[in-house]
């Protein structure tokens, strides 16, 4: 009685298309999940995808997936995609601010080291150095804390021609770090920043926040600063820390000036 096609002479809806749009730098946006709304300032890539860094009129800087359908312009949704990268003008350079050398492959690497903390302190120095170390041939291992480090730095034996660096968390005057670097020899550096933990080496507006939160002496770093910004274990707030660093402008000086001393020591000709 209805004939074959229930539907023939029915006009069928298309859902809208949402448009791609390619997220030049000053271009303001909002993200239609939770209304932040801000300027694109850059990008970073995680083992989750892609990220866009907005800005808002504060100052304030947060990272969001580009995920289709994700923000709005104008009220209207859009998809975010990262612009082709322009014609290179002048030299290319690293995240470190060094020149970067063009097809790259890595030299043999050298008997001298550079020691970490952990292995969030060697990821940070990965990302932001990494290039320039295959450069060097400079190899960076984690340490697991420092306790132990006269011990450590004896059975390495180091040389004038295999030198160890070592870089130091919280290393000032009077601490516990203070007096264990103390007395290992010419042919080690030990450098270091003021900062209670290496996540604190990243500007703050990095990771979209005013500043660290104090957390109190006796409840562990990490994760009273997840607990304080709402970022879940220790392992997620480091996946959002180390996400946020896309080059040397968004960690503190004293980091920057610490490790670049333990680069050129490791590599001085002797």
């Known amino acids: ?8 002479g029915t006009a069928r809806r298309r859902r809208p298309e949402v448009p791609v749009v390619d997220a030049e730098r000053d271009l303001v946006v909002e993200d239609a999940e939770s209304g932040f709304c801000g300027a694109v300032v850059g990008f970073d890539r995680s083992y989750d995808g892609e990220f866009v860094k907005l800005e808002d009129r504060h100052g304030r800087v947060r990272l ?3 995920t289709p359908s994700a923000f709005l312009i104008d009220g209207s949704p859009v998809t975010l995609r990262k612009p ?22 890595a030299r043999t690497a050298r008997a001298g080291r550079i020691w970490v903390e952990g292995i969030h302190d060697a990821a940070l120095v990965e990302k932001i150095w990494g290039h320039d170390l295959r450069v060097e041939g400079v190899v960076v291992e984690p340490l697991h804390g ?27 005057e009077g601490s516990k770090e203070s007096r264990i670097v103390a007395g290992l020899g010419q042919n080690v550096l030990v450098t270091g920043h003021p900062y209670v933990d290496i996540w604190q080496a990243v500007k703050p507006s990095a990771v979209g926040i005013r500043e660290w939160p104090v957390v109190p002496r ?24 180390l996400a946020s660093v896309s080059s040397y402008r968004d960690i503190e000086p004293a980091l920057l000036g610490a490790v670049e001393r333990l680069v050129d020591f490791v590599t001085e000709p002797t």
């Open 1 to 8: 009685m209805y004939g074959s096609d229930i539907l023939s």
């Open 64 to 66: 969001f997936a580009m």
């Open 84 to 105: 082709a990268p322009a014609a290179r003008r002048g030299p290319a350079v690293t995240a470190s601010g060094s020149r970067k050398v063009e097809g790259l492959r």
């Open 146 to 172: 420092i306790d132990d480090l006269a011990a450590l730095v004896a059975e390495f034996g180091p040389t004038p021609s295999a030198r160890l660096g070592v870089l130091v968390d919280h290393l000032v």
């Open 218 to 241: 006796g409840e562990d770093w990490k994760t009273g600063i997840c607990r304080r910004l709402g970022w879940g274990e220790p392992a997620d707030g480091f996946r959002r820390v």
